[in-house]
């Protein structure tokens, strides 16, 4: 098909994933005590890009960025919330899942970053169930196909109305020849535990299963008939805020906007500086270290708000890095610098790590936790360069781990009056911030070594030199000055020669060794079954499911089984 | 196979071979109880225990298949009648043009099929629960008797499609035949499938506009089902027509003698301004501008049965060969639609324009266009009734965009000539469009049950031919005690 871009609907050159809750167009947020209600009424006019109606509450990436942002903002200025109910906002449908006709029009690039910044959102659904105690109820009246049904799947707890036609399908394969591409077959049999046989016959019914069926079926958890359908959600609401550990009365922050300057080349937010060079395909993003030393107390971290340093550099960072995904595609690799003190960086760990039974310190954690796993995400080369005068320490250490090569200078710059790179590790570095697998960075980069995880535990809060850091396997390379510029020069522009797909291919292979999670194999499967699918003509031909769609015309298919 | 008389032998009348299908037998035998009961609890109110002059199909030969008689409504003979088979059928339209038609379900069409039927089917007897309280304000013995009629037929059509369900859709099917018998009109928890058939009939007014506007929808779908490349449900939809044409006959005719004892008692009273509704009404008759109201609001409705004007449902069922066009096969094309277009209203920056779509996709634009046309006849034959006893009047249909719950017109307001409202106006106006509820208040009020040999109620006419040919005091209708 051509990979034609295409044109956003509201005339901006870039994909913004910054909302508002006052500009939503899709969604309502409403509160009552301790539970919040999350109406899913998809503005039909409200596409993203130009070309589509999203009809009955289907979706795109620009409905899932005001979703995403809403559960953000649901943690950080809502925390008095202890259970979320998630439903539509229409009539006779909950949500017919992605908008096909936008599938079918989307460049390959954008199919995967929106499948993938899908499931991102849907992941956090359920870490705010698992790890801030707040589950989600989903309530499905009407229709639930496809990524409708893979929403509901992302909740704790689904009720279905019975009242004969309100199904839950995956339609994806017999409807549309592809997969249902955000974890609805990898939940289905590994969260709800369907028999792989009822699975299958799951998998191939358009229409779906509905009523006592979808239950024996594990596909939802209850059904209710429509007279008794708010009773009980109200009381399965009361039943799930019982068991959660949140305390009451919490009050929230602000996430107030994020200050961005967009200019030709670069990106300018206040704690992270984005810059372009396109000739050589680099994004080189800065992070600045905190300004002053972390406050005092949990109560001045509040009163800091959005403005307090850990929470500042999360959001923009994951903004910077969600705009170079989806807006910076020729970028081949994105280089990490920093800026500041590593004991400053230290402190604010110490900080986050003594009050982390605080809810706002927590939920600092969990942000920096899934920004941290959005980069592990991210299909571009990953390099960290540790040079005199950055403050790669605890948290942002992890970045150095998260790169898929770091290079550390050995001393001072020539001429420069900087003191020497060093990088430290804090505890945050040894089970705060799981990777997709599962383990931590470090884990995951001593797979087959354990004296090395030992070694590095028995430096924690030391600032450690180039050559310390590269004999603890905490860098790739540390080059002195004499090696520095032509190493890292001839590094990036071998990388930028290599083939993209396959430099995607390794690196994904290579970031998560050891063992799967639920997480890992959503995204592993997505991107090798569904995105190999998305690229055969049997979708995505001008005979294939995907383009005849909507024509009333048949697919003709490639009936060779590869 | 060419069967055209109706084999009673079993106790499931029919021209389809059940005796020698045992396992097809066996299925509606079994359903057969489920059905009595659903009839017992939501058939016509009242009446279960009268004998009503009835006619029950004999044979599906065009020219002899009914036979009347008195007979119990729950004792009618139910059966599976389907039009004789076509020699060398062949599907008239779509991918597989020009193939011989299907006698089994064909695989990949397999779950289009059955909703296809299911949607059909679940309308037959939520018309016949919607109805079911009409009996007792009958306008007459005749009325009443036309009443029942159409809700034994239903319920035929309710065999009719469950014998589908029952033969070609195995365990699928039979769970379908019991939803259909599970869901109830109107019902907060189990609700018939299409928005229409949930609304009340509450008079006798609504059930004639009923009858005209909605069940002529089911004869425009049953038509384009006819066409079927699938043969059995092609026959089965075929004799449905022959029924289904009674239906619609009640529908004009009902509203026709409405009109014509309103406009005689205005010319008799001396009121020549039909908009003086409440001169009008102290005559006891219905105002002609009600009736038109009453027009609006069934005619918009029905409308929203068509779905979507475009539609990739519409589509994908035509170009699989399963619903067709109306009068498919006298349609001079290539019947496959890959690369026409169809002129579709639609709603476009802010304004009401006519656009062309890919013709698969705008079928059931194309089958409302049909249907609107098919109205607009019956009510220039209104006007001609109206025209003939000399009152200044007449009645239309309103604008498609008027009223919509479904499709391009569903999010705005419009008046019945199509002029666009906002909100406000819409919510302030709405009474002189759709019936109030004072309207509403003064219709039932005229709704009395008349049960003399003959007589009819003072707001109708009495019919020019009584059924059967038989005469005007005829006891259509011998009421148990």
Redesign the interface.
């Known amino acids: 098909m051509a990979d034609v871009q295409r044109r956003l609907s509201n005339g901006a050159q870039r994909i913004d994933f910054a909302a508002d809750p006052a500009r939503y167009r899709h969604w309502k947020l409403k509160f009552d005590g301790d539970v919040a209600t999350l109406l899913m009424d998809v503005d039909e006019k409200g596409g993203l890009f130009e070309g589509y109606d999203l009809k009955l509450n289907s979706y795109d990436l620009g409905v899932d960025i005001e979703l995403a942002d809403a559960l953000t903002r649901l943690r950080f200025e809502h925390p008095e919330v202890k259970v979320l109910i998630l439903r539509s906002g229409k009539p006779r449908v909950f949500c017919a899942g992605a908008n096909i006709r936008m599938l079918a029009s989307s460049t390959h690039a954008d199919k995967v970053n929106f499948c993938k910044f899908t499931n991102e959102t849907r992941n956090s659904i359920e870490d705010a169930s698992e790890n801030s105690n707040r589950p989600t109820i989903c309530v499905v009246t009407g229709a639930c196909a496809g990524g409708g049904y893979e929403l509901a799947l992302a909740a704790d707890h689904i009720i279905l109305t ?4 309100s199904t839950v399908a995956l339609p994806e394969l ?1 409807l549309l020849a592809v997969l249902p591409g955000t974890g609805g077959l990898t939940r289905v049999t590994d969260k709800r535990k369907v028999r792989r046989d009822h699975a299958d016959v799951f998998c191939t ?3 779906g299963i509905k009523g006592k069926r979808a239950v024996e079926w594990r596909l939802v958890d209850e059904v209710v ?3 008794k359908l708010e009773d009980v959600v109200k009381t399965r609401a009361r039943e799930f805020a019982k068991k959660s550990n949140r305390p009451a009365d919490l009050k929230g922050i602000a996430l107030t906007p994020l200050q961005r300057k967009f200019a030709a080349d670069s990106v300018e937010y206040g704690s992270v500086a984005v810059s372009f060079d396109r000739k050589a395909r680099i994004a080189t993003v800065i992070l600045r270290g905190p300004k002053s030393p972390p406050p005092a107390t949990a109560a001045d971290m509040t009163s800091q708000g959005a403005e307090f340093w850990p929470l500042k550099l999360a959001r923009e960072l994951d903004d910077a890095v969600l705009d170079i995904r989806a807006n910076e595609l020729d970028i081949a690799v994105i280089v990490f610098k920093s800026e500041g003190e590593g004991e400053q960086v230290l402190a604010y760990d110490k900080f986050l790590d003594t009050n982390r039974d605080h809810w706002l310190a927590r939920e600092i954690r969990l942000l920096w936790k899934r920004v941290l796993k959005r980069i592990d995400l991210t299909s571009r080369s990953l390099v960290a360069i540790v040079e005199p005068g950055s403050c790669f320490a605890g948290t942002l250490a992890e970045i150095v781990l998260a790169a898929d090569r770091s290079y550390m200078l050995i001393g001072k710059r020539d001429g420069g009056n900087r003191p020497p790179a060093a990088i430290a590790l804090a505890d945050i570095n040894f089970g705060a911030y799981p990777m997709p697998n599962g383990l931590s960075r470090l884990q995951s980069r001593f797979l087959g070594e354990a004296p090395a995880l030992d070694a590095a535990r028995k430096v924690i809060g030391t600032m450690l030199d180039a050559v310390t850091a590269e004999k603890l396997g905490l860098v790739t390379f540390a080059y002195d000055d004499i090696d520095w510029d032509d190493e890292i020069r001839i590094f990036l522009e071998e990388r930028a020669s290599f083939s993209p797909d396959s430099l995607t291919g390794m690196e994904a292979n290579l970031r998560f060794g050891g063992p799967e999670t639920m997480e890992s194999k959503i995204f592993a499967r997505l991107t090798a079954w569904q995105n190999w699918i998305f690229q055969r003509p049997n979708s995505v031909g001008e005979e294939g499911a995907l383009r005849r ?6 697919p003709v298919f490639d009936t060779k089984r590869v | 196979m060419e069967i055209m008389n109706v084999d009673y032998s079993t106790r499931i009348p029919n021209n389809v071979g059940l005796t020698e299908d045992a396992r097809v037998l066996k299925a509606l035998e079994t359903w057969h109880p489920g059905y009595l009961d659903w009839w017992r609890d939501m058939g016509p109110e009242g009446f279960q225990e009268s004998l009503v002059y009835l006619r029950t199909a004999v044979s599906v030969d065009p020219k002899g298949w009914a036979k009347f008689d008195y007979v119990r409504m729950p004792e009618y003979r139910w059966g599976i009648l389907l039009a004789p088979a076509e020699a060398n059928r062949k599907v008239p339209f779509g ?1 597989h043009y020009g193939e011989p038609a299907w006698q089994e379900v064909p695989g990949e069409h397999r ?1 289009m099929l059955r ?1 296809l039927v299911v949607i059909q089917g679940d309308t037959e007897p939520a018309s016949v629960e919607q109805q079911r309280h009409l009996g007792k304000t009958a306008p007459s013995l005749y009325d009443m008797r036309n009443l029942f009629q159409v809700n034994v037929e239903e319920g035929r059509h309710l065999w009719a499609m469950v014998y589908l369900l029952q033969k070609y859709f195995g365990r699928d099917g039979r769970e379908e035949s019991e ?1 259909l018998l ?2 109830r009109s109107g019902s ?4 018939r ?1 299409l928005g229409a058939f949930n609304e009340e009939t509450p008079d006798w007014l609504s059930f004639f506009m009923f009858t005209f506007f909605t069940d002529r929808d089911g004869k425009m779908q049953l038509e384009s089902l006819a066409q079927s490349g699938f043969d059995p449900l092609s026959r089965t939809c075929r004799f449905m027509l022959t029924e289904e044409a009674h239906h619609m006959f009640v529908g004009e005719t009902g509203i026709g003698r409405t009109i014509q004892r309103t406009c005689e008692a205005m010319q008799a009273a001396g009121v020549p301004d039909p908009n003086d509704i409440e001169r009008v009404r102290k005559l006891g008759v219905i105002d002609l501008p009600t009736i038109q109201k009453k027009l609006n609001l069934h005619y918009s409705l029905s409308l929203d049965l068509f779905g979507s004007e475009v539609s ?1 449902n ?3 069922a ?3 060969g399963l619903k067709g066009r109306f009068q498919e096969t006298k349609i001079e094309d290539d019947h496959r ?2 690369n026409s277009t169809y002129p579709v209203l639609k709603f476009v920056d802010g304004k009401i324009k006519r656009v062309d779509e ?1 013709a ?2 705008a079928l059931n634009m194309r089958l409302r266009d049909d249907y609107t046309g098919d109205c607009g006849k019956g009510v220039e034959r209104w006007n001609k009734i109206i025209e003939k006893t000399g009152v200044q009047a007449r009645l239309e249909l309103p604008h498609v965009a008027f009223h919509r719950q479904i499709g391009e017109f569903r999010d705005i307001h419009a008046t019945p000539h199509g002029e666009l409202l906002d909100a406000a106006s819409w919510q302030k106006r709405k009474d002189e469009f759709l019936p109030s509820k004072a309207d509403g208040d003064f219709i039932a009020a005229l709704m009395k049950p008349v049960s003399e040999l003959g007589k009819f109620a003072g707001w109708i006419s009495p019919p020019k031919v009584g059924i059967d040919n038989k005469p005007g005091d005829f006891e259509y209708v011998k009421i148990a005690a």
């Open positions: 019975d009242d004969g036609s017999p019914t358009e229409e008939p429509n007279s769609y909507g024509t009333g015309q048949k | 991918q779950a909703r939803g599970s869901r907060t928890d189990k609700p499938m990739t519409a589509a994908n035509f170009n699989a639609l890959e890919p698969l996709t």
